[in-house]
């Protein structure tokens, strides 16, 4: 039962960042060109440090663990695949909302693979969370900056997607929990898939779209987020 809550717990806030993230971009009243421009990029450079960080401290170390080298390697191209064909199928029916895709499809199986972490008994569990939650909240900034420049949703109905997204969290860690404890091929090629998956995204979207010409600062901020990844390595990781 104390591993359910803390599981929750975890899952919680994980999922509480959306909407944070989301909160923080509807500020705009200080100076808003240059929020839009410099600040925007580099949180969205951060966020790809973040997820750089649990790719290459959590997911594929994790997933290489759980499952041989062959199948790890199917695993991370069909993620890549997978999140290639999702990308075209949204290229084909709507607008670009590259960091809008990227929260929604990273965000699940991680909480997921959280989860089933948690039964494991890992000590890298405390880590992906912290990761989710530091990737989700620069996800949710620019995705919300995404949605309002399409100018067709108000800030409490985006503010109301956000909250609902966030309840994914507890609900995906403990379904991790309780269904793949026992499972740990599956959990692994979750892990892998989504690590591929990222990768995918973060040289197709993210990374070509926090690039600003003649600005220093989302490069730097890039680094700062995969330090926070080492940073959260080397105290919550591998003990």
């Given at each position: 039962?104390?591993?359910?809550?803390?599981?929750?717990?975890?899952?919680?806030?994980?999922?509480?960042?959306?909407?944070?993230?989301?909160?923080?971009?509807?500020?705009?009243?200080?100076?808003?060109?240059?929020l839009e421009q410099e600040v925007r990029h580099s949180v969205?450079?951060?966020?790809?440090?973040?997820?750089?960080?649990?790719?290459?401290?959590?997911?594929?170390?994790?997933?290489?663990?759980?499952?041989?080298?062959?199948?790890?390697?199917?695993?991370?191209?069909?993620?890549?695949?997978?999140?290639?064909?999702?990308?075209?199928?949204?290229?084909?029916?709507?607008?670009?909302?590259?960091?809008?895709?990227?929260?929604?499809?990273?965000?699940?199986?991680?909480?997921?693979?959280?989860?089933?972490?948690?039964?494991?008994?890992?000590?890298?569990?405390?880590?992906?969370?912290?990761?989710?939650?530091?990737?989700?909240?620069?996800?949710?900034?620019?995705?919300?900056?995404?949605?309002k420049a399409r100018g067709r949703h108000r800030r409490r109905?985006?503010?109301?997607?956000?909250?609902?997204?966030?309840?994914?969290?507890?609900?995906?860690?403990?379904?991790?929990?309780?269904?793949?404890?026992?499972?740990?091929?599956?959990?692994?090629?979750?892990?892998?898939?989504?690590?591929?998956?990222?990768?995918?995204?973060?040289?197709?979207?993210?990374?070509?779209?926090?690039?600003?010409?003649?600005?220093?600062?989302?490069?730097?901020?890039?680094?700062?987020?995969?330090?926070?990844?080492?940073?959260?390595?080397?105290?919550?990781?591998?003990?």
């Open positions: 039962m104390k591993d359910i809550i803390l599981s929750l717990v975890y899952g919680a806030f994980a999922g509480l960042m959306i909407p944070v993230g989301g909160y923080l971009a509807s500020v705009e009243r200080i100076q808003p060109r240059w969205m450079a951060f966020g790809g440090g973040i997820l750089m960080a649990a790719v290459a401290f959590v997911l594929v170390p994790q997933g290489l663990e759980l499952m041989p080298i062959w199948a790890a390697l199917v695993a991370f191209f069909a993620g890549g695949a997978t999140f290639a064909l999702v990308e075209r199928l949204r290229h084909t029916h709507a607008k670009s909302n590259a960091q809008f895709l990227a929260m929604l499809t990273d965000f699940v199986p991680e909480a997921i693979a959280l989860g089933a972490i948690m039964a494991s008994q890992s000590s890298e569990a405390a880590l992906l969370a912290l990761l989710i939650g530091g990737q989700n909240l620069p996800e949710a900034f620019n995705a919300w900056r995404e949605l109905h985006v503010m109301r997607i956000f909250f609902a997204l966030s309840a994914i969290g507890p609900v995906a860690v403990v379904l991790g929990y309780v269904f793949l404890a026992d499972l740990p091929v599956v959990t692994g090629a979750i892990m892998m898939s989504a690590a591929g998956g990222i990768l995918y995204l973060m040289f197709q979207d993210i990374a070509v779209k926090a690039h600003l010409d003649n600005r220093q600062a989302p490069s730097l901020a890039a680094l700062a987020g995969f330090a926070l990844g080492m940073a959260g390595n080397a105290l919550l990781g591998g003990g």
